[in-house]
């Protein structure tokens, strides 16, 4: 792997979780989108986020996917081997791939063959937005090894099952833990670093005594760590506030507090997905973000081009609309996000460079 494919990948990965300090590092080490070209408004962006799973198995609480509101959007389905094999022939500029987002990635039955054909195709795959790992067939255990997927994010809220479970509803800790433990000895056995792996811990009140440990068995099992506040406040919240500020190094421990302290809502780096990396459904609808579950954009980058699709009116004018030179349309899935309604109101939208 050259040292810039290794580069351009670490960014990527980083850039989900940490937008604005990667965006940062992304312009240092001049690793930009053409997206950002101000003369042509049209996007061609070399990374992607595409859903290869919208099913999941577990029932967490505060997900839109256990409470079924993505279904209006999203709807049920996985990935075609042959719709990604046909989107990564017809755009070869693609480099990095996002396969996860509301569902659960490990559930796709097509997942292998996705993963071998993007290696041979040498498209760098990540899975970090999230998976559960609870049920995993060994050969894509060693798969995930064998094609360098670069990046697994692993959902593991607690450090004992009892505590795991109260939000992973139906995990099973153990069975997580196993899995972890089998990608490292696939790793071992093929010399290879990838994938990547970090522990995502979400801090709750019913978990939060657990972060210490938590960050213990993540490094004996070769993981980062990262702790990460709930979206939910209503559900198990953060009881001993300066413990967690000890244990995590956050100034906001929820993001109201964050958007106080900031002037700006948690996460809303997101909103440069409609120029960095467009979210695309499983079926081929273009969604935009990640975030967004309650509507879409038009056009299909399977059966109406990827680039095409990513350009549309209503994608070009989304982007035109949190740039600041647009008004809001109520066409526009955009227009209702409260991440856009609190940029409009405080007149904060993107500048592009």
Not at 187 to 200: T, Y
Not at 225 to 235: G, N, P, R
Request: hydrophobic share 35%; charged share 25%; glycine share 8%.
């Amino acid at each position: 792997m050259s040292l810039k494919y290794w580069v351009q990948s670490q960014w990527f990965a980083t850039r989900g979780q940490f937008g604005r300090a990667a965006g940062v590092i992304g312009r240092l080490l001049n690793i930009k989108p053409r997206s950002h070209n101000r003369a042509s408004r049209r996007i061609e962006p070399r990374r992607i986020r595409l859903e290869t799973s919208s099913f999941c198995q577990l029932r967490c609480p505060s997900c839109p996917t256990t409470s079924g509101h993505i279904h209006p959007a999203i709807g049920s389905g996985f990935l075609k081997f042959d719709d990604f094999r046909e989107l990564l022939q017809s755009n070869p500029e693609l480099e990095q791939v996002e396969i996860s987002n509301y569902g659960e990635v490990f559930l796709n039955p097509h997942l292998l063959r996705i993963l071998e054909f993007a290696h041979q195709e040498k498209v760098a795959i990540s899975i970090g937005n999230g998976a559960n790992l609870n049920h995993v067939e060994d050969e894509v255990l060693e798969g995930l090894v064998k094609y360098e997927v670069r990046l697994i994010t692993c959902s593991i809220d607690g450090a004992t099952p009892e505590s795991y479970r109260k939000y992973r509803v139906r995990g099973d800790f153990d069975r997580v833990i196993r899995n972890i433990e089998t990608i490292n000895s696939y790793k071992h056995r093929h010399q290879s670093a990838l994938p990547r792996l970090v522990w995502q811990f979400v801090v709750f009140g019913h978990n939060e005594h657990e972060i210490p440990v938590a960050r213990e068995m993540a490094e004996k099992l070769g993981m980062e760590f990262s702790a990460k506040l709930t979206w939910d406040e209503t559900f198990s919240p953060i009881r001993d506030v300066e413990f967690v500020r000890s244990q995590t190094g956050w100034q906001s421990t929820s993001r109201e507090e964050y958007e106080r302290q900031h002037g700006e809502k948690f996460a809303s780096e997101i909103c440069r997905q409609l120029w960095d990396s467009p979210q695309i459904n499983w079926d081929g609808k273009v969604l935009g973000c990640c975030r967004n579950f309650w509507g879409d954009f038009g056009g299909n980058a399977f059966t109406g081009g990827l680039m095409n699709s990513i350009n549309n009116e209503k994608m070009t004018y989304a982007r035109d609309m949190l740039s600041g030179r647009r008004p809001a349309r109520d066409d526009i899935p955009c227009s209702t996000c409260d991440i856009y309604i609190a940029r409009r109101s405080r007149s904060k939208f993107i500048v592009n460079d």
